[in-house]
């Protein structure tokens, strides 16, 4: 080398460049470029040393972002002169641990072709092996204890390379180069088949489980991130005798099927879902369901929609791909608690559930739920953000000032740690309602707080004194506490899926939520930024006779609206008729307000209505009435019910007049379907005419739609043409969910705004 016009440069990356083939696209791009130095990961992300001519120097630089592997992210690129050593060739050096760590893992991620054509080719010693990845796929967040990403700070480390496996990791041409989960049938994993009591059986493990589940078998199965249940799709007996098992008796079960023409058998696939279904994510898809799909009555009963993912892992491959057959493929727990995913205690809380065990010896260190989409106007529209997305985190254009914790709801549960410009929204961990979800949810915090060095100095909660997020927060010592209304947090958590910090017209539709006032709030009409809201319109509040109960029960909520309407001239329905002198009871404890509290919540909106015509008197999981309301809804009625929605209180009416006029048409004979879709559109049209009343006395043409009400597609299209069509600009989410998965990077980004201040 020339040191007369050699330079040196040290380059640093950070963003999503470990355990994506970053180190090894380097060594590729350096040599290629004809450059000496080295490459390696810190606790920062990766570092660089790169010597040689500058024209070279400067376009091995521009390539580092413009050619980078498909999974990476480089989000941010420095460099800096540094003296050159004459040094020569190019090497990946040992990974360093420093004290502060900044550096990203990778989400999991599907196999690529490459994987799969080895896993198909009989010659190929990788044949048929369920654990085969690369650097361009497989397990990353699920198996990752620490940072530096080696193979040492993982799960894999419990399995020494073969010869073969540590040539493909040492060879800069392979594509295993610095592969961290490389592994053979030599070296690496291997499946195990037991039997319902946990032990091992002699059959060969795949062979048998196919014939299993194609004799109708429940079959529990080692995932990335947990345990899944699985039987035939098509089998009547075998769906439902997993429902009875699991106590799930009416929430749909996701589906897997093979590969992108079986899934058009199951549902209606478009361009954009196709995108989404078969991308490095593979989460579950919300898709409209084919009328001659080849499933039991009992995966989805009364949905219009159905679940499906695509197999994301070797052995999901083969395993379908085997059968020939979509599969329902469940988490695999008990209904309401967190999906097992050490092995012995999948076989002590599924040995009631599954009829045996396909398992191997690769520990999952993080428990990750698949990730659930519905798929709006091309964009996702997330409802569960779990595997596939976390741990990446949500980049935003303002910082953290001080390092913050975000507990999230009690409901579909979420944490998030943020410092800089990153929010790390943690993985579904569900409904804090018991103690092994409790436990998820402090483990999960712990090892965050670990992964990516976010010591908190703010702790954010919501304002529900009883929330088990919130009495965790509250018990956190040497940290401040901030508590964040709910509906302002849903608003923020909008804001921040779409880089915004407002001011905005916030309209937040949800469940409950604890307002300030002592109610429940959930009909929301806020005027609302990062730091604050004023509350300027919500639908009228109403009682929940029995309290949790109307939760449950939504004829309960009908009693309360149509009492609000007719008191004692409630009109002759049918669900009065169903229900008899407990009716009389229910309306009693309305008026009185006996364990009653007021609520303007939409979703009990969604309840009663759905009660009045029939449709569910009683649920069994969170949101059933409401989405068969909306699986109800006749697509090709265009009329929308036409109700008051300004005034001194804007939306203040609109519930129970939409109640009034379901009851005229439900008397006049109309059918349901149409009854539904006005409903939908009657109330969609009330939000827009609210917007406007507000645009005009207070200026505001930016409208952010959040909370679990807006996962209604029907609903969001109507409210988001109905606000363009108007002249507002509309944000939705596409990041993180507007349901309460979404609450905690709301309440983490009003933490950073308010800047609370240090003792």
């Known amino acids: 080398m020339d040191l007369t016009s050699a330079r040196r440069m040290h380059v640093r990356v950070e963003g999503i460049v470990q355990g994506v083939g970053f180190r090894p696209f380097v060594h590729a791009l350096a040599t290629e470029y004809e450059l000496a130095g080295f490459v390696g990961n810190d606790s920062a992300g990766v570092f660089v040393e790169v010597e040689g001519d500058g024209d070279r120097l400067t376009a091995f630089v521009a390539d580092l972002s413009r050619r980078a592997p498909t999974l990476a992210q480089v989000e941010r690129l420095t460099t800096d002169a540094v003296p050159p050593t004459g040094q020569p060739g190019f090497a990946i050096v040992t990974s360093v641990t420093g004290r502060g760590r900044d550096a990203l893992i990778s989400p999991d991620t599907a196999t690529c072709p490459d994987c799969l054509a080895e896993l198909a080719d009989p010659t190929d010693r990788r044949h048929g ?74 059959d060969d493990p795949l062979g048998a489980a ?42 749909p079960f996701a589906l897997m099927a093979g590969d992108l023409p079986a899934a058009r058998t199951l549902v209606h696939v478009a361009p954009a879902a196709e995108r989404v279904l078969t991308g490095a994510r593979r989460p579950v898809v919300l898709l409209p369901r084919r009328a ?64 045996g065990f396909l398992t191997h010896e690769r520990r999952i260190h993080v428990r990750t739920d698949d990730s659930v989409v519905r798929v709006f106007r091309g964009r996702e529209l997330p409802v569960r953000r779990s595997r596939g997305y976390v741990p990446a985190p949500v980049t935003l254009p303002w910082r953290f000032d001080r390092p913050v914790l975000a507990c999230g709801a009690e409901l579909k549960n979420t944490f998030c740690l943020a410092k800089g410009r990153r929010a790390f929204v943690s993985h579904h961990i569900g409904d804090l309602e018991n103690f092994e979800t409790l436990r998820a949810f402090t483990d999960g915090i712990e090892h965050f707080t670990r992964l990516f060095d976010v010591r908190p100095e703010v702790v954010a909660h919501d304002l529900h004194p009883e929330y088990l997020s919130s009495k965790y927060a509250l018990e956190r010592e040497d940290v401040e506490l901030l508590g964040v209304q709910h509906h302002h947090a849903h608003i923020a958590s909008c804001l921040a899926d779409n880089g915004d910090p407002g001011p905005v017209i916030g309209v937040a539709f949800d469940g409950l939520g604890y307002g300030p006032d002592g109610t429940f709030w959930g009909g929301e009409l806020l005027a609302a930024d990062l730091t604050g809201f004023e509350r300027i319109g919500h639908l009228g509040a109403v009682p929940m006779p029995g309290g949790v ?137 009330a939000v827009v005419r609210a917007a406007g009343a507000v645009r005009e006395s207070r200026g505001l043409t930016t409208v952010a739609l959040s909370g679990g009400v807006f996962q209604n597609v029907l609903l969001l299209d109507r409210v988001v043409c109905g606000l363009e069509q108007d002249g507002f600009r509309v944000l939705v989410h596409s990041r993180v969910p507007p349901n309460d998965g979404g609450i905690s990077l709301g309440q983490a980004v009003v933490a950073a705004a308010r800047g609370v201040p240090a003792d």
Not at 243 to 251: D, M, N, Q, V, Y
Not at 578 to 604: E, I, K, Q, Y
Request: aromatic share 6%; net charge negative.
């Open 210 to 251: 196919v014939r299993w589940l194609r004799d109708g078998r429940i079959v529990a199965v080692k995932g990335l991130g947990g345990y899944h249940l699985a039987t035939r799709a098509d089998h009547d007996r075998a769906v439902s005798t997993l429902r009875a098992r699991k106590h799930r008796e009416e929430k």
């Open 292 to 355: 001659d799909a080849p499933v039991a009555a009992s995966v989805a009963p009364g949905n219009r929609d159905l679940g499906v993912m695509l197999p994301y892992t070797p052995l999901h491959h083969l395993l379908v791909g085997r059968l020939g057959m979509p599969i329902v493929l469940t988490s695999g727990n008990v209904s309401d608690e967190p999906i097992a995913h050490r092995d012995d205690d999948a076989r002590r809380r599924l040995a009631r559930i599954a009829d």
């Open 549 to 685: 109960a109307a939760v449950h029960e939504p004829w309960r909520m009908a009693a309360a609206y149509l009492d609000e309407v007719y008191g004692d001239a409630v009109p002759d329905l049918a669900v009065v008729r169903r229900h008899g002198r407990h009716w009389s009871a229910v309306v009693g404890l309305a008026r009185t307000g006996t364990n009653s509290p007021r609520t303007s919540s939409a979703g009990r909106l969604f309840d009663a209505v759905s009660a009045i015509l029939g449709l569910h008197d009683r649920v069994t999981y969170e949101g059933q009435a409401a989405i068969a309301l909306e699986q109800r809804a006749d697509p090709d009625e265009r009329g929308g019910y036409r109700v008051e929605a300004t005034g001194p209180v804007p939306l203040q009416d609109v519930g129970r007049e939409l109640v009034r006029c379901v009851v005229d048409d439900l008397r006049a004979k109309v059918d349901p379907g149409l009854i539904a879709a006005r409903f939908h559109h009657g109330l969609a049209d």
């Open 129 to 202: 092996y369920p654990f085969t990845n690369c650097t361009n796929c497989g397990p990353r967040f699920t198996i990752v204890e620490d940072v530096p990403y080696d193979r040492c700070t993982t799960t894999m480390a419990e399995f020494p390379m073969c010869a073969a496996c540590a040539d493909e990791y040492a060879d800069p041409g392979d594509r295993r180069f610095h592969a961290e989960p490389v592994c053979c049938p030599a070296c690496g994993p291997a499946l195990r088949l037991l039997d319902a009591d946990g032990d091992p059986l002699p």
